[in-house]
């Protein structure tokens, strides 16, 4: 290579992020495009947790027995907008024919190897970001009120064997010693004891910035408007301004479908909006680490901020306004759970998980356009699978042999 490919990056996410920062380390010139501040978007409200194991995707076999009690709105796991399901039927049916025990196997299996080679990437990422400080090793637990609802976790266990991801399984009075922050309203519990978690996800995508930036890599604030391709790639933005790259990489999470839309791509995509709220700690012991408390559907992680307190899944538009009763229903469990203080802020924050159909990422070259590359659908595991998916999309980028198998992330399972 004589002088290096220009490459733009479409995002400012995670996958924006480490996907930028890929390229650049392996000698492209990589610009970052997004319309605000790098990290502040989806990726700055998750849990914080960098899993290995997160495999078991939402439209599981499991799914079909939990509907009409997620239908009847019986469960703080789901929220959902009547006129947007209807609106979007067509997706929620496709959505649902891939809880099989075929795509279970299928999926976990792919997700798992992601998730691991993601690990040890972030392991590195972070050594050579000096983000050690944001780093807690103390595993992902799942904690279970009732015999019943550990019962219905089986599932999970099992794909946990026959993937390999680590854990652990305590009993009640083992998790009273294992995280004496909780009150004792639980049964069961199962620890990720591999999985990692960050005091804060939009620190780290700052420690990776300047990584890039540092570097020089250029970070561009701005919108596009339109996408044109001739002899090489135009990006013009909303400020009247163009951008030229030899090579796009479409990481913008929810966005994605409807800049692809305007290129004559129909992605089967739907949006997952979350919530969260900090709260200040309250007077017993510190927690420790991320829990989800799998009856009550929320996750509750200690951060810079506070105690964040995350809800469950709503399914609405996009851009539609706050619905902030689950994420009060959450605060309401949380506090049940562990001792609590008051609000941090005045408002929750909310943000949208990109979903596609089989709720699998799309890592790949996009089928009617040189150039022209997808990183993005990446649902509720974007910092778990952000660094992988990255290197991942470098290696089919310069025709190298990926370090996974890279079949179940292709773009061309679906015809778009």
Same mark, same amino acid.
């Given at each position: $290579?004589?002088?290096?490919?220009?490459?733009?990056?479409?995002?400012?996410?995670?996958?924006?992020?480490?996907?930028?920062?890929?390229?650049? =380390?392996?000698?492209?010139? #990589?610009?970052?495009?997004?319309?605000?501040?790098?990290?502040?978007?989806?990726?700055?409200?998750?849990?914080?947790?960098?899993?290995?194991?997160?495999?078991?995707?939402?439209?599981?076999?499991?799914?079909?027995?939990?509907?009409?009690?997620?239908?009847?709105?019986?469960?703080? +796991?789901?929220?959902?907008?009547?006129?947007?399901?209807?609106?979007?039927?067509?997706?929620? +049916?496709?959505?649902?024919?891939?809880?099989?025990?075929?795509?279970?196997?299928?999926?976990?299996? *792919?997700?798992?190897?992601?998730?691991?080679?993601?690990?040890?990437?972030? $392991?590195?990422?972070?050594?050579?970001?000096?983000?050690?400080?944001?780093?807690?090793?103390?595993?992902?637990?799942?904690?279970f009120r009732s015999d019943?609802?550990?019962?219905?976790?089986?599932?999970?266990?099992?794909?946990f064997g026959w993937t390999?991801?680590?854990?652990?399984?305590?009993?009640?009075?083992?998790?009273?010693?294992?995280?004496?922050?909780?009150?004792?309203?639980?049964?069961?519990? #199962?620890?990720?004891?591999?999985?990692?978690?960050?005091?804060?996800?939009?620190?780290?995508?700052?420690?990776?910035?300047?990584?890039?930036?540092?570097?020089?890599?250029?970070?561009?604030?701005?919108?596009?408007?339109?996408?044109?391709?001739?002899?090489?790639?135009?990006?013009?933005?909303?400020?009247?301004?163009?951008?030229?790259?030899?090579?796009?990489?479409?990481?913008?999470?929810?966005?994605? +479908?409807?800049?692809?839309?305007?290129?004559?791509?129909?992605?089967? $995509?739907?949006?997952?909006?979350?919530?969260?709220?900090?709260?200040?700690?309250?007077?017993?012991?510190?927690?420790?680490? *991320?829990?989800?408390? #799998?009856?009550?559907?929320?996750?509750?992680?200690?951060?810079?901020?506070?105690?964040? #307190?995350?809800?469950?899944?709503?399914?609405?538009?996009?851009?539609?306004? &706050?619905?902030?009763?689950?994420?009060?229903?959450?605060? =309401?469990?949380?506090?049940?759970?562990?001792? &609590?203080?008051?609000?941090?802020?005045?408002?929750?924050?909310?943000?949208?998980?990109?979903?596609?159909?089989?709720?699998?990422? $799309?890592?790949?070259?996009?089928?009617?356009?040189?150039?022209?590359?997808?990183?993005?659908?990446?649902?509720?595991?974007?910092?778990?699978?952000?660094?992988?998916? *990255?290197? &991942?999309? +470098?290696?089919?980028?310069?025709?190298?042999?990926?370090?996974?198998?890279?079949?179940a992330f292709q773009p061309?399972?679906? =015809?778009?």
């Amino acid at each position: $290579m004589t002088s290096p490919q220009r490459i733009i990056v479409v995002g400012g996410g995670i996958i924006g992020i480490t996907t930028a920062l890929e390229f650049q =380390r392996r000698g492209y010139e #990589v610009s970052l495009l997004d319309p605000k501040q790098p990290g502040r978007e989806t990726s700055y409200g998750n849990t914080g947790v960098l899993s290995d194991g997160s495999v078991v995707i939402s439209n599981n076999p499991g799914l079909r027995k939990r509907l009409p009690k997620l239908i009847l709105k019986k469960s703080n +796991a789901l929220n959902y907008s009547l006129g947007f399901v209807l609106k979007r039927l067509p997706w929620v +049916a496709k959505f649902l024919s891939y809880c099989t025990d075929q795509h279970l196997d299928h999926s976990s299996r *792919a997700l798992r190897a992601l998730q691991a080679l993601s690990l040890k990437l972030h $392991m590195d990422l972070i050594s050579d970001a000096k983000a050690e400080h944001l780093l807690r090793k103390t595993g992902w637990l799942k904690v279970f009120r009732s015999d019943a609802s550990y019962q219905s976790y089986g599932m999970e266990l099992k794909v946990f064997g026959w993937t390999g991801v680590g854990h652990t399984i305590y009993s009640e009075d083992e998790l009273k010693q294992l995280e004496p922050a909780l009150n004792p309203i639980f049964r069961h519990g #199962v620890l990720l004891h591999d999985a990692c978690s960050v005091s804060s996800p939009a620190a780290l995508c700052d420690a990776y910035l300047k990584l890039f930036t540092d570097a020089g890599g250029k970070v561009i604030q701005g919108a596009a408007k339109r996408f044109q391709r001739a002899e090489n790639w135009e990006i013009q933005l909303r400020d009247t301004k163009s951008l030229q790259a030899d090579a796009v990489v479409l990481a913008a999470g929810p966005w994605s +479908a409807e800049i692809a839309k305007s290129l004559g791509y129909k992605i089967p $995509m739907a949006w997952e909006r979350g919530y969260h709220w900090h709260l200040e700690p309250g007077t017993g012991p510190a927690l420790t680490r *991320a829990v989800h408390d #799998v009856d009550a559907g929320y996750v509750m992680t200690p951060q810079q901020q506070g105690v964040r #307190v995350t809800s469950g899944v709503e399914l609405a538009d996009r851009d539609a306004p &706050l619905d902030d009763r689950q994420v009060e229903q959450s605060i =309401r469990s949380a506090r049940q759970a562990t001792s &609590l203080g008051n609000k941090v802020e005045d408002a929750p924050w909310m943000g949208r998980r990109p979903t596609l159909v089989d709720s699998l990422p $799309m890592i790949g070259a996009a089928p009617r356009h040189p150039g022209l590359w997808f990183n993005f659908g990446h649902q509720h595991n974007g910092l778990s699978t952000s660094a992988a998916s *990255a290197q &991942l999309l +470098a290696d089919l980028f310069e025709d190298k042999s990926p370090a996974i198998d890279v079949e179940a992330f292709q773009p061309n399972r679906f =015809r778009l």
